[in-house]
Structures are given as C-alpha cells and as structure tokens.
C-alpha cells in the first residue's frame, strides 16, 4: 500500500507551526481509506484563534489587576499620609460661640463668635458664614458684616480673632433657636476648600409682663359681663410695639372697651405702644352672652377665654408670650357673687412677705330689687394658720368666728349698709386685707410645717330671706417661699475702715468709689434659676471688681446692667450673696445733690414647691449710703477743688 501525499496547497500556505501540527495529526492516525482521513484544517485554525484570544484575555486581566492594586495602594498611602502628617486638619482651626443659654424675647443680647489657626501655616482665603437664629434681629456687628458672612482673609499660624454680633428676638417661645458658624478656608500651597462648623443653642422667655385678669365667675345671658385686665412691666426695660389679645366664646360679644380695639373672628386685641418698666395698664371691657342660650344644654357649663400678650414681628406677625386662660360659668341666678383673692378667681400663688387681698363684689343681674342681703366669707391657711388676724384691714364690721375649718367673717344688711338692698343692674364690693405673719411670729415645731401652705377662700351669699344662697367661686392660693434680697452700699465696713476710695462726701470731677452687696436670704422651700437685675445709673462705672458666694455675675455694658444668677439656692444655703465695686464721679451739675448708685433691683426665681415664679422688686440705693453707720449722711456731692 503506498502512503498519502498531503496535498501541495497546504504545504505552500500554511503556518510552519500548522505543518508541525499538521504532521503530528497524520503521524497518529491509524491507517484508512481515503474517505476518513481528510483533516479539516479550517477547524484546526479556529482553534488556535481561541486559545490566542484566551490567552490575551488573561494578559489583559492579569494587567489590569496590577494595576488597580498599584493604584490602590498609592491612595491608601496617601490618606495614611495626609491623615497622620496634615498640617491643615480642620482640627487645627478652632471655633467656638459665646452667647446667652436664655434670653427674656424683645431683649438685646450679645453672641461672641471665636476663631483661632492653632496649625503651623497659614490658611488662606478665610470666610465666616453665620446662619442666624429662626427670630435673631441683627443690630449691629464688629467688624461690619457683609450678608450673612465676614471676609477674614488669612489666618497666620496661632493667630486668633472674634467676631460680635448684637441683636434681640422676637419669635414664638417653643421654636428653637440655633445660632451656627462655619469657617471656610483653604490652607496655604493647597487647593481644596475645608470647613468648620460651630453650634449655640438659646432659649426664649416671655416678656416679664405679668398679667393679672378681674372676671365674674358667674353671669347669666343678655347681661352686661365686665372684664378687667392688668398688664404690669416687671422687668428693666420699656417694651414696645406689643399686643393684648383676648380670645372668647363665639356666644360672648363685645360690647365696649375704655381703649380702642380690633375684632377677628373671636379675638379681639389691643395695640399697647409703650410700657414702661414698674408701669400698669388697665383694659376695661363690657361683653354679654347671646340670649338665646340655652339653659338645659349649656347651663353651668364653662365658657373659656383666654389673654395672652404677643409682640408684633416685622409683617405685622403676632409672636404669642404669656397666656392666661379663664372661665365664667353661665347660671339662671338672680344674684351673682364673686371672689378673687390677690388678682386670683381660682388658683394661684402668694409670696410669703405680701397680704392676702380678698375681693367680694355682688351684682344684682335680675329686673327686681334684691333686699337683706347676707354675706359670708370663709378663709383657711393649711396645714397651719399664718395670717394675722390681729391686723384684719378694713373689715367692715365683719363678725369672725373661728372654726375647725378655719376663719369665717359674716356681714349682715342690718350693719353694712350696702347690703341693705340692690337696684337692678346694679353692683357693690367688699374689700378686706390681711397680712400674713412674719416667720419668727408663726408658732411652729419644725420648719417643715409651712413648705405646703395653701390659703383657701369661698364665700355665699343670702337674699330676699332665701335659705339657699349664692356660692361664688373658690379661691386657693399656695403660698411661695419667703425669699427675701436685701441690698447695701457701704464705703466703711463695720469696723469704721474705709473700704472705698476717694474722697467722701463725693466731689465733682472726682472719682468715689463704693462697695454695693446684695444679700438674698430664703428657708422655706428651694429655689431654681435666680435672676437678679439691676441697672447702674449714668454717672456709675462698673469697676470690675466683685465676690460673689454662689452663682454667675455679668455685666453688659450696652445696657449697664448688672446680671447675678444662680441655678439652685436649696434651703440649706440659708443666704447668697455678692458684692461689687461701682465708681462714682460727679459732675459740677451734681452739686448739693445726693445721686443714685443703683437703680430699681428685679429678682425673678421659681419655686420649686408651688412651681411660680417669684418677682419681687427693691428700690433704689443712693449716696446717703442708709447701711453705713459711717458713712451714712454724707453723699451729698460737694464742689472740687479750684485753683483759682
């Protein structure tokens, strides 16, 4: 048999490496027929086009993954680099805010932005951009502000600054208030921006206007209902620009008001342009209840009102502060009868140095005259009695009986004339104070006794000889601790050495300086977030100089008030106190006068028994210097020394 000759077209065409490959093909296949043993060399190239582009693909990937890891590993050096040797870490920029943690809405307050490079090299490019509180009012700023941002410029290694931003709020009290502060910046032979940012939180309290609400507990329909309210400014500056609303039943439609009013819906309100501090205003309303109400439905049932004050925002946007709601009690009575007790006609508190002042006011709201009238008044203090009978104010020849359940006083048409009778439409009062005693007049064992005092009034009311009488409303007045300051000036201390300097009595053009201390004394319960003010009067220097026993003191020279607070006085401090330095110097126009060093003094705290805010306010201290037994007597300012 004679072997196959491989065709001559392969021989000639082919790769060198297919001929091998072609040869060792033939060299293992048995021998056949001519019919089996044709090679497809198309398949043959096929394959060795896969197993390249296999193997590329590989290269590929293998290249690839080379790569992304050499590039991995540059960028994680990179951070560890720039982490652990970065000289411009927004670390190195430190930024903090100084500012008030509360402040009384409507009042002046100051943030105090601080900055400082503490890294090695500069930053460039510096920028402070504020994002105001939600009710902040800018007044004024050092250095100007430009927007909302100051342009710092660069910052050189440890090189520190501040920014100061003056302003006031008006905002309704629950909405917080955040001021925030970022630095912008970009460090020196760096092209990326950095930023750090710095956070205050304050909180808003209502004006320190009190209000003091004079309403009938009860009336009847198409009767003229009188309403009294009292706004009273117990803090230290004039308030301007405010409202007085009062909301009110939809049945209940105002008739008249001794100031001029405006209506929405069921609301009405007054503009109030000014209030002064110590400064009271009086609004006197006259309203009824439709007549058309009815009785079954609706008898006895309360009908709510509320007063509240607001200030009024830029859009003429009314910022609510104070409210205080109220009720009066819709009855079929001929006869109405009324109690309030210290601005009080259902609860409340009383301070423990005031009197208790009771008011009893009867209106005859029928067609009839109403005769023999007889009128009762039953008064308690619990667990112990603390009131001074002994100096009953104006008592109208009550007759008092004392009882298990405290002290009634009785009066009867046959003595007080005007009770004798009451024309229709007509009213009539009574009014009785009485003192509560002082603390080393009460008989008590143990302090104890008087931290849950509550002082309760009612009063009923007998006419036409009916035998079932009017009640009027109850009255109950938890009675506050008895916190007391006591204030001084002294240029002698006990022992008759001058502790002031300068010359005494004051002279004009001459500096005096004096020692100003209050005193704040309290026993009975504990007392939380003291506040006590006071202003110093224009000729007076703050002189940096103080002590004080407990608590924080500031002084804001943009006001000149000196700011004392404490967070928590308990019983067993028994006292706080501070004492600082003023200067006084006079000038010619003094002369022959005595002059002020301290304005009027404002204490706020809450009881933490009764859970009211005690105000008190002490009077203003003079050069006359009453608590010196030195030098008491001589401040009035006398003419310098002239050369001529």
Not at 151 to 173: A, H, K
Not at 191 to 213: D, H, K, M, R, Y
Not at 614 to 636: R, V
Request: include cysteine; hydrophobic fraction near 35%.
């Amino acid at each position: 048999m004679s072997k196959k000759k491989s065709p001559q077209n392969h021989q000639s065409d082919s790769h060198p490496r297919l001929n091998d490959i072609h040869e060792i093909f033939h060299s293992n296949q048995p021998e056949t027929t001519k019919s089996t043993t044709k090679i497809d060399d198309t398949n043959i190239i096929a394959d060795i086009i896969r197993e390249e582009r296999e193997k590329r693909k590989w290269r590929l990937i293998i290249f690839a993954s080379v790569f992304l890891s050499l590039c991995a590993i540059a960028a994680l050096s990179g951070f560890l680099f720039f982490t652990a040797y970065n000289p411009f870490a927004e670390e190195k920029i430190l930024l903090s805010i100084d500012g008030p943690d509360k402040i009384k809405v409507g009042e002046e307050t100051i943030y105090n932005i601080n900055y400082q490079n503490s890294g090695n090299i500069p930053i460039n490019n510096t920028k402070l951009i504020l994002t105001e509180p939600h009710g902040f009012n800018l007044i004024a700023s050092t250095p100007e502000i430009s927007g909302h941002s100051f342009d710092l410029g660069t910052l050189e290694p440890n090189e520190r600054g501040s920014v100061e931003i003056i302003g006031d709020f008006i905002d309704n009290l629950e909405v917080p208030q955040v001021l925030s502060a970022t630095i912008i910046f970009i460090p020196n032979n760096f092209n990326s921006e950095f930023s750090v940012t710095a956070e205050f939180n304050t909180a808003l309290e209502p004006l320190p206007v009190t209000i003091q609400i004079n309403a009938p507990p009860t009336t009847i329909a198409a009767q003229d209902t009188s309403i009294e309210i009292t706004l009273t400014n117990d803090g230290l500056k004039p308030y301007k620009n405010f409202r007085l609303f009062l909301d009110h039943p939809e049945t209940f439609t105002i008739n008249q008001s001794d100031h001029d009013y405006y209506s929405e819906n069921q609301t009405i309100y007054w503009d109030v342009d000014l209030l002064n501090p110590d400064q009271t205003i009086n609004f006197k309303l006259t309203g009824r209840f439709a007549s058309n109400f009815d009785y079954f439905t609706d008898q006895n049932q309360e009908q709510p009102f509320t007063v509240a004050t607001a200030l009024v925002g830029a859009n003429d946007d009314n910022y609510r502060q104070t409210q205080e709601p109220f009720s009066i009690t819709l009855t079929e009575e001929p006869i109405t009868v009324s109690l309030v007790a210290n601005g009080h006609s259902d609860t409340g508190a009383i301070n423990f140095n005031d009197k208790l002042n009771l008011n009893l006011t009867f209106m005859n709201k029928s067609s009839d005259t109403i005769n023999d009238l007889v009128l009762e008044l039953s008064v308690s203090a619990k667990p112990l009695d603390i009131l001074d009978w002994k100096k009953l104010e104006n008592d109208n020849f009550a007759q008092l009986e004392k009882t298990d359940t405290g002290t009634n006083l009785t009066w009867r048409f046959n003595n007080v004339e005007l009770l004798e009778s009451l024309q229709p439409g007509k009213k009539a009062s009574l009014d009785i104070g009485l003192p509560i005693l002082p603390l080393d007049q009460i008989n008590y064992t143990e302090i104890s006794a008087l931290e849950n005092i509550t002082i309760t009034a009612s009063a009923v009311l007998y006419y036409n000889e009916n035998s079932t009488p009017v009640k009027s409303n109850s009255v109950a007045l938890n009675v506050n601790s008895n916190l007391r300051l006591d204030v001084s000036a002294k240029y002698y201390n006990a022992e008759g050495t001058a502790i002031g300097q300068g010359p005494l009595p004051p002279l004009a053009g001459e500096t005096t300086s004096y020692f100003v201390t209050l005193t704040l004394t309290n026993a009975l319960h504990e007392l939380n977030n003291l506040s006590i003010q006071s202003t110093l009067p224009p000729k007076v220097f703050w002189a940096e100089d103080f002590t004080v026993s407990a608590g924080e003191v500031k002084y804001t020279p943009i006001d000149r008030i000196v700011t004392w607070t404490i967070n928590r006085l308990p019983v067993s401090a028994e006292s706080a106190s501070i004492t600082f330095k003023v200067d006084l110097k006079p000038s010619a126009n003094d002369v022959g006068k005595l002059l002020k060093l301290l304005e009027y003094t404002n204490i706020r705290a809450t009881d933490t028994v009764t859970n009211d805010t005690i105000t008190q306010t002490y009077g203003i201290i003079t050069t006359n210097l009453e608590s010196d037994q030195f030098g008491i007597g001589k401040g009035i300012v006398q003419s310098g020394f002239d050369p001529q």
